[in-house]
């Protein structure tokens, strides 16, 4: 966020450290009185000099553990398509859990992506016949999204209004 907020401020270069000082309370406001300087806030180095200290200081906080991130996407019941919800919802949430994965460099086969994603759909019994039939029981991924796309199809009624047809 600090990053986005250097990139979009109109806060003048060499009193930016001072602003995000100023922004900035409890612990990690002592944390930058103890370890800068004035004239280091006050330069144009101030803000990645307080980020480069928050990154040190609270590395273990900050990085994603590989056992954690595992559980989370494996078997945590929130990544799975709830009950309502359109398929261009449930796999585009289904996308952001498999790029966890990613950024702990983490590949997993594309087959298990496509099954795991496939078995999270809670597909009904006759959407899954159509589907079967539809992917000739090939279960990669990129296989798995674009026929559980078919699945969402819209309706006469409201516009931007969809249905999950087979539910």
Same mark, same amino acid.
């Given at each position: 966020?600090?990053?986005?907020?250097?990139?979009?401020?109109?806060?003048?270069?060499?009193? *930016?450290?001072?602003?995000?000082?100023?922004?900035?309370?409890?612990? !990690?406001?002592?944390?930058?009185?103890?370890? !800068?300087?004035? #004239?280091?806030?006050?330069?144009?180095?101030?803000?990645?000099?307080?980020?480069? !200290?928050?990154?040190?200081?609270?590395? &273990?906080?900050?990085?994603? +553990?590989?056992? #954690?991130?595992?559980?989370? =996407?494996?078997?945590?019941?929130? %990544?799975?398509?709830?009950?309502?919800?359109?398929?261009?919802?449930?796999?585009? *949430?289904?996308? =952001? =859990?498999?790029?966890?994965?990613?950024?702990?460099?983490?590949?997993? /086969? +594309?087959?298990? %992506?496509?099954?795991?994603?496939?078995?999270?759909?809670?597909?009904?019994?006759?959407?899954?016949?159509?589907?079967?039939?539809?992917?000739? %029981?090939?279960?990669?991924?990129? &296989?798995?999204? #674009? %026929?559980?796309?078919? !699945?969402?199809? /819209? &309706?006469?009624? +409201?516009?931007?209004? &969809?249905?999950?047809?087979?539910?």
């Amino acid at each position: 966020m600090l990053n986005m907020w250097m990139m979009v401020t109109a806060v003048k270069e060499d009193i *930016r450290g001072i602003t995000i000082w100023q922004a900035t309370t409890g612990e !990690l406001r002592a944390l930058i009185e103890a370890s !800068l300087e004035d #004239e280091q806030l006050m330069s144009k180095e101030g803000p990645a000099l307080i980020l480069k !200290l928050v990154k040190q200081t609270y590395v &273990t906080y900050l990085e994603e +553990k590989a056992e #954690e991130v595992f559980e989370k =996407v494996f078997y945590d019941k929130d %990544n799975h398509r709830k009950k309502g919800e359109s398929m261009a919802l449930y796999l585009q *949430r289904k996308a =952001v =859990v498999w790029q966890k994965l990613h950024k702990i460099k983490l590949e997993m /086969p +594309k087959e298990l %992506n496509g099954y795991i994603t496939l078995r999270d759909a809670h597909l009904s019994d006759r959407a899954w016949d159509a589907f079967s039939i539809w992917t000739k %029981n090939q279960i990669d991924y990129d &296989t798995i999204v #674009e %026929n559980l796309r078919k !699945l969402d199809r /819209p &309706t006469i009624g +409201k516009p931007g209004q &969809t249905t999950t047809l087979f539910t």
